[in-house]
């Protein structure tokens, strides 16, 4: 049976409950989401809230049963620097936002967990514009040390003709252009992730999680650090050999009601 995975969702629980989301997990026949807040690990907040459905967790994964399906949510953090923005999925101890992209890289690999550079043609403080072309060298240094020990992300919320109509670049086709450039011209590859980072600011919200997600056959969740292990090698392996992509953007209509046109034009603001 394949998983469908979404790694980057950022959950409001202060707005509905766990049902809710697995509920949306449900209907969009995901098996596995990456719980995810900025400078922040809520998973132990996460594992201790009440839930009516059958539901058992250990330090990484918490696993819910609804209709006889098992459903996952995994650990995650993002952390933002002035550089990049990072995901970090599993074991988050020692992330840390202020810490240089490599410290939290290395910290993440040594922990064996699972980073991501998400959405890394968006600029890290002004998120309509691109990235110059000192990070760009950066970030091909950086995809140069570490290869497929660490993922890139394409990102449901880059909608090519609202950043164009921002005066912004289209982040998704730059990171697969650069990604391409990487394995074509230096033999370098880095494996590139589709995920939502759907902002389900209230529980309508949350039917748009799992818009761009992988999937992958067969990921032994038994635990949570199984469950890790098995998505690393599978990342590890690459597009079409360990994971296949689906690649969907959220609509136009989620885009607005996530963000509001004040907040697509001051990204910085109101995250959560
Ligand atoms: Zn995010």
Known sequence: MSNKIDLHVHPYFEQYNLEN???????????????????????EETRKIHCSLKAESDDLLIKVEKDGKP???????????????????????????????????????????????????????????GICKEKRKKLSDVCKKYHNNIALEWN?????????????????YDLEDFAEGLFWEAGDYVPVIADSDVHARNKSLLQEIGAGHIIIDGVDCSSGQKAILGLKEAIKEGEDFGYRN???????????????????????????
């Open 246 to 272: 689906n690649k969907k953007c959220v609509s136009f209509t989620h885009f607005i009601r996530a963000f509001g046109l004040p907040l697509v034009l001051n990204l910085t603001k109101n995250r959560g």
């Open 71 to 129: 459903f996952y949510l995994l650990r995650g953090i993002e952390v933002l620097n002035e550089d990049f923005h990072l995901l970090v999925i599993g074991n988050t101890e020692g992330i840390k936002q202020g810490q240089s992209l490599e410290q939290n890289i290395e910290k993440a690999l040594e922990n064996g967990a699972i980073p991501v550079i998400d959405h890394p043609f968006v600029h890290a403080t002004s998120p309509r514009k």
């Open 156 to 172: 449901s919320y880059c909608i090519p003709w609202i950043r164009r109509m921002m005066l912004g670049n289209d982040a998704n």
């Open 21 to 43: 989301v697995v509920e949306a997990m449900q209907t969009r026949n995901l098996s596995a989401i990456g719980l995810i807040r900025y400078n922040l690990d809520h998973f």
